[in-house]
Every structure is written in structure tokens, then in C-alpha cells.
């Protein structure tokens, strides 16, 4: 299954959560398993297996980086090239670790201040793309945690996991989320 996540909604239950999409899937089938994650903020596309052999399948394809990931994101700035390839060491804050990240971005668009940027994460640490456009000198619009000085820290976060691609059994999988009806809002109403 792909789901189309919300903005707002966790992706898997723990302390102070009332409802999840794990939650919600479970209640269909507790055959049912995450194969990743999203951030409670992010919205965008999420897979869901309908049983433990094809987690596992699909946990390999993302394993093995066989599973291509397109967000988009509109944030504050600009960044200084138009289009590269992000080599970035961040620290977990649990176990203390280094983590190598490797993400590639384009500027999509300029205006206002703002930039609309894609960005093809390779690894899938916890706030990768969040932590990569804040050290390229444009955090993401409506990120408290990595841009809580912007004017638009009310807005709700602008990070869409908009695309995943991948090939399975020799047939090639496209699927693209609809843009959040927030983004089109903000974008039209600042002329993007």
C-alpha cells in the first residue's frame, strides 16, 4: 500500500501519542507493517506492507538503496549552488553517533526570498533533509526545530515526501503525492 501520509500525524505510536498510522493500519490488519518512516511533521508518501515477507522485501530494496525518495521542500533562502551532492556527518543524539549522510538537492525555483527545492536523500537518517537544508543556509519553512527564528514558524512544515521509485520483479513503480493543499496556499499567496 502507499498512503499519502498528513502533516500532523505520527507515523508510529509511543509515549503521548493517541493515534498513529501504525495504529490505524493495525485496526485494518495486524498483518500490516511500516516499511519506513516519516516525521510527524512530514507529509507525504508512505509504504505499507500487508505482511511480514514483503516488509522484509521492501526493507531490502531500502536497505540496498534500490528505492528512490523525491521531496520537496520550500524554504527560507538560498542555497549556494543551484544543484549538488550533500556529504553530511550528523549526530544522533540517543547513542552519541556519527552519522554519514549523503543527500542530493536542486533548486527548483527562487522568489521572495524563498526557494523551492528537491532533494533525493541516498541514506535515511532521523531529520536528514531537515538538518541538510539548515546547513546549506536555507532551513525549511514551518521547521521549529532547525528554523525557529523564521517569520513563518507558524506555518506548518513544508517538507513533502513527494515521489518514491523503484523496480520490483523487472516492473518499474512510480508513484507521486498530490501536493498538500498548505503548500499550494503558501505558495500562491507569496508568488511562488
Known amino acids: 500500500i502507499i498512503l ?8 508510529q505510536g509511543g509515549s503521548n501519542i493517541n493515534l498513529s498510522i ?7 490488519s495486524s498483518e ?3 516499511v519506513h518512516r516519516l ?27 534500490s528505492i528512490e525518495k523525491i521531496y520537496i521542500a520550500i524554504c527560507e533562502g538560498k542555497p549556494k549552488n543551484n544543484e549538488s551532492y550533500i556529504d ?19 533548486l527548483l525555483n527562487y522568489k521572495n526570498g ?31 526545530k532547525y528554523n525557529f527564528q523564521s517569520k513563518y514558524k507558524n506555518n506548518i512544515l513544508k517538507l513533502n515526501a513527494y515521489g518514491l521509485k523503484f523496480e520490483y520483479k523487472e516492473t518499474n513503480y512510480v508513484f507521486y503525492a498530490d501536493i498538500p493543499k498548505d503548500f499550494n496556499e503558501f505558495s500562491n499567496k507569496l508568488k511562488l
Open 39 to 65: 516525521d510527524k511533521e512530514t507529509s507525504g508518501l508512505l509504504i505499507i506492507s500487508k505482511n511480514l515477507e514483503y516488509a522484509k522485501i521492501f526493507g531490502n530494496l531500502f536497505k540496498s538503496k
Open 32 to 34: 500490516y507493517k511500516l
Open 114 to 144: 524563498l526557494s523551492q527545492i528537491m532533494f533525493k536523500p541516498e541514506t535515511g537518517k532521523k531529520h536528514q533533509i531537515r538538518i541538510v537544508s539548515k546547513n546549506l543556509g536555507c532551513p525549511i519553512i514551518g521547521d521549529n
Open 22 to 28: 501504525d495504529d490505524i493500519i493495525k485496526s485494518i
Open 4 to 11: 499519502n501520509k498528513w502533516s500532523g500525524i505520527t507515523t
Open 88 to 106: 553530511l556527518n550528523i549526530k544522533d543524539n540517543k547513542s552519541n553517533k556519527i552519522l554519514k549522510t549523503q543527500t542530493y538537492f536542486k
